[in-house]
């Protein structure tokens, strides 16, 4: 009973504040042809992201992790026509469908996939800092690493967004601490709170209620 009402609200929100058109439709089919695994953010977070990116005045926005296209197509179109999206992409395969993905949906104008491991791609963005939000769902052991990259490329007002920083309760306690991603993504959570440049809350968003982001926004240096 419980589940079916909060099934129904779920589909209710979706239609009304975050209803996917034919290119998002298209990006999920391409995810399931290529054979790549349904991980990507619902509806209701890409919208959340397209309403964090106007909170922030999003002119340059970099992701971690992009599987197929489907988060950088919500992201990518809270930009105005100058804006510039870059997203990290370990995968290469993964990388040429995120591209076909940005095409059809006519972003490519100012989307942009990095093929390689952010770890080797972060730091060449120096140059572009800062990015007014970053949004982080990559490899979950690298987490607090991205958070250190994510503050030293952003500025005062900037936001950060990570993805699956509940999963369960898991990345919420120290008994996270015997599984790498669990652990990375709770250590994570502690950065957040204890960043003296932070202000951050993590918040339920799948239908379930067992995993959402963590929304961190960076405050002035005192
Ligand atoms: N943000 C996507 C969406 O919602 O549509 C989903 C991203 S999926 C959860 C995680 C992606 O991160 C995968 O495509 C994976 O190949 C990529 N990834 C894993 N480790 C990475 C790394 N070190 N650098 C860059 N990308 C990485």
């Given at each position: ?23 998002l ?7 399931k ?6 991980i990507?953010i ?13 909170a922030?005045n ?14 950088g ?34 972003v ?25 939000l970053v949004?982080?769902d ?6 607090p690493?991205y958070?250190d990259?994510a503050?030293?490329?952003s ?13 369960a ?8 601490l ?19 440049r ?6 339920a968003m ?5 995993d ?11």
């Amino acid at each position: 009973q419980q589940a079916r009402i909060r099934h129904e609200v779920e589909e209710n929100l979706v239609q009304l504040f975050a209803p996917e058109d034919e290119a998002l439709r298209t990006t999920i089919t391409a995810t399931k042809e290529a054979g790549l695994p349904a991980i990507h953010i619902n509806p209701l977070q890409g919208k959340l992201l397209q309403v964090l990116a106007a909170a922030c005045n999003a002119q340059k926005i970099l992701e971690i992790g992009s599987l197929a296209g489907y988060s950088g197509i919500w992201l990518a179109r809270a930009l105005p026509p100058t804006g510039r999206l870059i997203t990290l992409e370990v995968s290469p395969a993964h990388a040429e469908v995120v591209q076909r993905s940005f095409e059809q949906a006519g972003v490519a104008d100012r989307a942009e996939v990095r093929v390689g491991s952010a770890h080797e791609s972060l730091p060449q963005l120096v140059d572009q800092a800062p990015f007014d939000l970053v949004f982080i769902d990559a490899d979950k052991p690298s987490y607090p690493h991205y958070l250190d990259w994510a503050i030293r490329l952003s500025r005062p007002g900037s936001i950060i967004v990570a993805d699956n920083c509940i999963r369960a309760g898991q990345a919420l306690s120290e008994s996270a601490l015997d599984d790498q991603g669990a652990a990375g993504l709770y250590q994570y959570n502690l950065q957040t709170l204890k960043h003296p440049r932070l202000r951050a809350i993590a918040l339920a968003m799948d239908e379930d209620y067992t995993d959402g982001f963590n929304i961190a926004v960076v405050l002035p240096e005192a």
